[in-house]
């Protein structure tokens, strides 16, 4: 069996950040699984499917293939074997991926994905549901949170360097909108599985969070 560790948190918490580092340190496959949700969205929107297309979402679901590779030391998403790492974080998918990634039929495809890939190797996989739906056995269960005001200060500061043209105020708002689907859709919901512990980020380093949860995996390691 492999050994899991989960890592469930909102967006803009550092959870991409932490889990690269921590997966480069112990040794664990890093698995983004927003980022499988990412593809979905871009798809849908390339071939125009809205979320309440039912029937066109099962289709595009049938003829989606989502690899993740790496290319130097960083993980690249294939999506039908085009490299759509970039693609995937743009504000166009930022802003209706939270539409898809609650859609029944899109979480039944991704979650089997999710499990599959995570037995295969010992992984440290992040998501929103990764301690309650997808590996509620995880071996480590981590909830990483932070405030919403910091998450925005964050994501704002990552989109500029990365050149992205969105107002602090646009980021907040559609970080709230997010926040709001992702915690109350129906299936899956965000929500902190009662077994997991807590981090709270919000005044801490990468390098301190880092550091808090290297600490608890040894531990459970035994290292
Ligand atoms: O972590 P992220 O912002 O890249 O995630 C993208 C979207 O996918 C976000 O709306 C939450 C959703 N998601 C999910 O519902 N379940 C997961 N396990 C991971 C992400």
């Given at each position: 069996?492999?050994?899991?560790?989960?890592?469930?948190?909102?967006?803009?918490c550092g959870?991409?950040?932490?889990?690269?580092?921590?997966?480069?340190k112990l040794n664990l496959v890093n698995i983004d699984t927003g980022a499988m949700y990412r593809c979905v969205a871009l798809e849908a929107l390339r071939k125009n499917v809205l979320e309440s297309d039912i029937e066109g979402l099962k289709k595009l679901l049938e003829s989606i293939?989502?690899?993740?590779?790496?290319?130097?030391?960083?993980?690249q998403y294939i999506l039908n074997e085009e490299d759509v790492t970039e693609a995937i974080r743009s504000p166009e998918v930022d802003s209706v991926v939270a539409k898809y990634a609650a859609v029944k039929i899109v979480r039944d495809k991704l979650t089997p994905m999710q499990r599959k890939i995570g037995n295969e190797k010992d992984s440290i996989m992040e998501g929103r549901d990764i301690g309650t739906v997808v590996f509620p056995n995880a071996d480590v269960k981590i909830f990483l949170d932070c405030s919403l005001e910091e998450r925005a200060r964050r994501r704002y500061k990552q989109n500029l360097?990365?050149?992205?043209?969105?107002?602090?105020e646009e980021v907040l708002d559609g970080m709230i909108k997010r926040h709001k689907l992702e915690t109350e859709r129906e299936i899956?919901?965000?929500?902190?599985?009662?077994?997991?512990i807590l981090v709270d980020s919000t005044h801490m380093s990468i390098e301190e969070v880092v550091n808090e949860i290297?600490?608890?995996?040894?531990?459970?390691?035994n290292d």
């Open positions: 069996m492999s050994f899991i560790v989960a890592i469930d948190g909102p967006a803009g959870k991409g950040t932490i889990t690269k580092i921590l997966a480069s293939d989502i690899k993740i590779a790496e290319k130097d030391n960083k993980p360097e990365k050149g992205i043209n969105e107002s602090y899956a919901p965000f929500v902190k599985a009662e077994d997991s290297e600490k608890i995996i040894r531990r459970k390691r």
